[in-house]
């Protein structure tokens, strides 16, 4: 069977053009960066920095040091954690997060709060997968310190008001980090329009390398907030009594980066950028709408999550089938789908289920593609009749 990749909430296939520069930077260009002056560590460094300003750009940051580099979202989750909420939210005050988090941005929490005796609430969902609003002001007026939310929930598909969130938020006196894992590759983000203090971006999930992300931050919280991890490159002067740290982003980037990782996202973008969010938008949707339409007329499936925002990603159960069962049955039919909880186990209990199959679009799928899995689901219906 040719393969019908529907995994993409996961991680994203790796256009050419991205493969291409990872392997031209190894081939032509490969040296440290910010410390040699060299020809081949000036032309790597300029590549570095280039692509930190492409992905300033392709958020709408106002300045390129509001983007550090970094592992993937779930590293700026944690650094956030390590860094600001430490230092500023006390024993006792809230951290507010909801019910339909990816682990990342979860367990970090679960740890502070262990360390050190905060608080941690959860902004309960809908029957339909979103975030129960009249809740979350709620929450809010009980005094929170920071809201850690998704922008586009990877088992659900729901996309968040996040910037009527973050206006509430800052209403309330409190700061909002965005988990933007799952939304980056599939709709527009202008961090200066959310108006968010933080938004996290996982280089994977928008069809660049693994092990390369970013966390965006306003500057003067930046400024103020103390290392994460120490060692080269994140330091101006060092003694036995003491140190002396480097200024934003390079606070926050201790050691040899990802560097081929960073060139591979800025590939990605350019990749991504070759399209109009228009025409992305038009055909996630599409595929989305067809995709639900033909789901819901095969016999025995439920779909989980119906949002009235939501993103190119379908959850569903097949009646009396495991999960686990339905995708192996629709990978040896060539259909790679995702089953499981997906790393969201909340939302999995508060829908009664021990797992879903999840079919996640990105803009290289096509509508034949989602014929071969309802196809694939008649297989298993026969297999299991």
């Known amino acids: 069977h040719p393969l019908v990749y529907l ?78 909420a430490k230092a500023n939210v006390k024993p006792g005050e809230t951290i507010l997060i909801s019910e339909m988090e990816h682990h990342s941005n979860i367990v970090p929490w679960q740890l502070l709060a262990q360390q050190t005796g905060i608080l ?109 991890h120490g060692g080269g490159d994140m330091i101006l002067n060092v003694t036995f009594d003491k140190t002396e740290f480097n200024d934003v982003p390079m606070k926050f980037e201790a050691g040899t980066p990802n560097i081929s990782g960073a060139l591979g996202l800025s590939a990605a973008i350019s990749w991504i950028s070759q399209y109009s ?25 439920s779909i989980i999550g119906n949002a009235k925002e939501k993103g190119a990603i379908i959850s569903f159960s097949l009646k009396g089938i495991h999960p686990h069962d339905i995708g192996t049955i629709l990978d040896q039919e060539g259909v790679a789908v995702r089953t499981g909880h997906h790393c969201t186990q909340p939302v999995m209990r508060r829908f009664g289920l021990p797992a879903t199959t999840r079919a996640s679009m990105a803009l290289y799928n096509t509508r034949g593609e989602i014929d071969a899995l309802v196809k694939a689901l008649h297989k298993v219906r026969k297999v299991f009749a």
């Open 120 to 228: 941690l609430k959860i902004i309960p969902i809908t029957d339909d997968g979103e975030i129960d609003m009249d809740a979350y002001q709620k929450l809010l007026a009980e005094g929170v310190k920071l809201v850690s939310v998704v922008h586009m929930a990877n088992s659900l598909g729901t996309i968040n008001p996040v910037k009527e969130m973050t206006k509430m938020a800052h209403n309330a006196g409190a700061l909002i980090m965005v988990d933007g894992a799952q939304a980056a590759a599939h709709i527009p983000v202008d961090v200066q329009d959310i108006d968010c203090d933080f938004y996290a971006v996982s280089g994977h999930k928008m069809f660049a390398p693994t092990g390369i992300g970013a966390l965006y931050g306003k500057r003067d919280i930046l400024d103020k907030m103390p290392p994460y």
């Open 7 to 84: 995994d993409n909430a996961a991680t994203t296939q790796k256009p050419q053009n991205v493969i291409n520069t990872i392997t031209g930077y190894y081939e032509r260009l490969n040296a440290n960066i910010h410390r040699g002056v060299h020809f081949l560590s000036q032309r790597s460094t300029d590549a570095y920095e280039t692509a930190r300003r492409k992905l300033r750009l392709f958020i709408n940051a106002t300045q390129d040091e509001e983007i550090i580099f970094l592992r993937g979202a779930t590293e700026a989750v944690n650094l956030l954690a390590q860094t600001w």
């Open 277 to 301: 969010w228009d025409d992305i938008l038009r055909h996630e949707h599409d595929l989305l709408q067809y995709g639900t339409e033909a789901l819901s007329e095969a016999p025995g499936v």
